[in-house]
């Protein structure tokens, strides 16, 4: 059972008593590159701050076996109007060493400057933020991302408005971190990216429609189920339990991926 | 031109605690202003110095015209109205925006009924626009103590402070600090508006600390120079309406506040001005 990095059991999660996403259970293994895959609303980003702690279960649980985590939002929560450089915003990723008063060293520096390195920004450490292209913004994140030093990886829609060279060079630094044993969690929305890059894949429309390997996961079938639960849903907002109830053939189908991946585990 | 500046201020006693008391609040306010600005709550400040105001009357019913059950009163009502906007916004659908003009405009009613209940007119003028002139020594070390615990405070929050600015949502994934730390400055708006209002009033308190910061911000790309333009500003305004008002016998309270705001159109001229001879560095 060591392999095992998050154990979701019956999760549920959502704001103000209201849920977004909707009885989860599955695992994720260890130094695995995973994509999270789903429409909009479907619970994607919700997923992503309860694992993070961000977002407290309103039931079910989120067992956690890794050492570190990093979390990535999407790049819309992040204010670049603020006036700072990219080492300010780089070297909030020594906040798990650091914390609120520890003092940089000049080592941190020498690892930051590596990680700016690493993601194509040799000597930008003292340009300000608002003078980064979209690209440009997301190689830093990715830097402080890296300079977490994370078992569990988490990428909010980590490509969006971002060019296919960065794309590119982005993939490239995750392969490597789950190379490194480092569990990767990642959203995103482009099929053939995930087709081509990514060994597993979840996919969810406020409910677990199908967790495996992305050859199985991403078939025209589980992806015609997807888009009929999230039209299901839209109407009953909200009440799973009157649902599953009602609805024979939807807790069939949820029991279907737990199978697939127990079968892969 | 000795005696047009320095005059005033060797040779009275009460000029020499004006400056003393001005520039202690520039240097303190400035950069609370400065964090009010980047978090889009440049108005919550001017919320906030409205609703200190039944606090303060209430010190002034109960006690008179004297500087510390005001500035208790002040400092208790406004911390209520901050921390109660920042639960409801935390708790409820209701944004902190919305949660604290209500509150606030609960407090400036009440306030106004308060100080219009059993105070003349002058009083009223008094707890509105202060009176920097007639700082005693208790206004004094009230606001040199301000400022002290706001330097503290800011210089040991100033990583939260930023992260919580520029990314919470990450803040918030790798510690647990981000919500003190926003009440924390809550306090620190607070506990500045009540120092600012023996000087500047109530309303007024808040120019000093919002003035500087949105001058700074034409000025420089970065928070540390921010609050450095910031205080810089607020000291040398705050200068020269001391010395105008000497001169022309004006209230200073406002007058502080008409000189940053006329130095205001001339220094985005000039900032404008700067940011088209300073080429746009293309993107590699």
Same mark, same amino acid.
């Given at each position: 059972m060591s392999d095992i990095c998050l154990e979701f059991k019956? +999760?549920?999660? =959502?704001?103000?008593?209201?849920?977004a996403v909707h009885h989860l259970s599955g695992t994720a293994e260890r130094g695995v590159l995973t994509a999270i895959v789903g429409a909009n609303g479907s619970g994607k980003s919700t997923l992503m701050k309860g694992i993070a702690g961000i977002l407290m279960p309103i039931s079910g649980t989120c067992e956690q076996h890794f050492g570190r985590l990093a979390y990535l939002p999407q790049q819309s929560e992040l204010d670049r109007t603020f006036p700072a450089r990219v080492?300010?915003? #780089?070297?909030? =990723?020594?906040?798990?060493?650091?914390? *609120?008063?520890?003092?940089?060293?000049?080592?941190?520096?020498? !690892? *930051?400057?590596?990680?700016?390195?690493?993601? =194509? +920004?040799?000597?930008?450490?003292?340009?300000?933020? @608002?003078?980064?292209? =979209?690209?440009q913004m997301q190689r830093? *994140?990715?830097?402080?991302?890296? &300079?977490?030093?994370? @078992?569990?990886?988490? *990428?909010?829609?980590?490509?969006?408005?971002?060019?296919?060279?960065? #794309?590119?060079?982005?993939?490239?630094?995750? !392969?490597?971190?789950?190379?490194?044993?480092?569990?990767?969690?990642?959203?995103? %929305?482009? %099929?053939?990216?995930?087709?081509? %890059?990514?060994?597993?894949?979840?996919?969810?429309?406020? !409910?677990? #429609?199908?967790?495996?390997?992305?050859?199985?996961? &991403?078939?025209s079938e589980n992806l015609r189920r997807a888009r009929n639960f999230h039209e299901a849903w839209d109407e009953t907002a909200g009440w799973c339990e009157d649902e599953r109830s009602n609805s024979s053939s939807v807790a069939r189908q949820d029991d279907e991926p737990k199978q697939r991946v127990a079968a892969h585990v | 031109m000795y005696d047009a500046v320095v005059g005033p201020f060797v040779q009275y006693g009460f000029m020499q605690r004006a400056l003393l008391g001005s520039v202690v609040l520039s240097v303190s306010c400035a950069p609370v202003g400065v964090f009010l600005m980047l978090r889009r709550m440049?108005?919550?400040?001017?919320?906030?110095?409205? $609703? /200190?105001?039944?606090?303060? $009357?209430?010190?002034?019913?109960?006690?008179?015209l004297d500087i510390l059950p005001m500035t208790i009163g002040g400092l208790v009502v406004g911390l209520v109205v901050a921390l109660g906007s920042g639960l409801v916004s935390r708790f409820t659908v209701q944004k902190e925006d919305a949660s604290m003009a209500a509150f606030y405009l609960i407090s400036l009613a009440v306030g106004v009924l308060l100080v219009s209940w059993r105070g003349s007119s002058v009083d009223l003028m008094h707890v509105l626009f202060g009176s920097v002139l007639a700082l005693n020594d208790e206004a004094i070390g009230l606001i040199v103590s301000i400022a002290a615990v706001t330097f503290l405070a800011v210089g040991f929050c100033w990583r939260g402070l930023v992260a919580e600015c520029l990314d919470p949502l990450f803040l918030r994934s790798v510690s647990r600090i981000g919500g003190p730390v926003h009440f924390l400055f809550l306090v620190l708006v607070v506990l500045n508006l009540v120092g600012g209002f023996q000087a500047l009033g109530t309303l007024l308190s808040v120019g000093l600390m919002m003035l500087p910061a949105v001058a700074a911000r034409f000025w420089s790309n970065d928070v540390?120079?921010?609050?450095? /333009? $910031?205080?810089? /500003?607020?000291?040398?305004?705050?200068?020269?309406?001391?010395?105008?008002?000497?001169?022309?016998?004006?209230p200073s309270g406002p007058h502080h506040h008409a000189r940053r705001g006329r130095l205001h159109p001339v220094r985005i001229f000039w900032s404008k001005r700067r940011a088209c001879e300073r080429a746009p560095v293309a993107p590699p």
């Open positions: 019956n +999760l549920t999660l =959502g704001y103000q008593g209201r849920a080492v300010d915003l #780089v070297s909030l =990723g020594f906040w798990q060493d650091r914390g *609120l008063l520890g003092r940089i060293t000049r080592r941190d520096r020498a !690892k *930051l400057a590596a990680c700016l390195d690493a993601v =194509g +920004l040799t000597g930008f450490e003292k340009r300000p933020l @608002d003078s980064l292209s =979209g690209g830093a *994140l990715f830097a402080r991302t890296m &300079l977490q030093n994370a @078992d569990l990886i988490l *990428l909010d829609e980590p490509f969006n408005a971002v060019d296919e060279r960065t #794309v590119g060079d982005l993939l490239c630094l995750i !392969k490597e971190w789950a190379a490194e044993g480092r569990t990767v969690l990642c959203v995103l %929305h482009d %099929h053939a990216l995930v087709r081509e %890059h990514f060994r597993q894949t979840l996919l969810i429309a406020r !409910k677990l #429609v199908a967790w495996g390997s992305t050859s199985e996961v &991403l078939t | 440049s108005l919550t400040g001017d919320a906030m110095s409205h $609703a /200190i105001l039944p606090g303060a $009357a209430l010190g002034f019913l109960l006690f008179g540390r120079t921010l609050c450095l /333009i $910031a205080i810089a /500003i607020a000291v040398v305004s705050s200068l020269g309406g001391l010395l105008l008002s000497y001169h022309a016998s004006m």
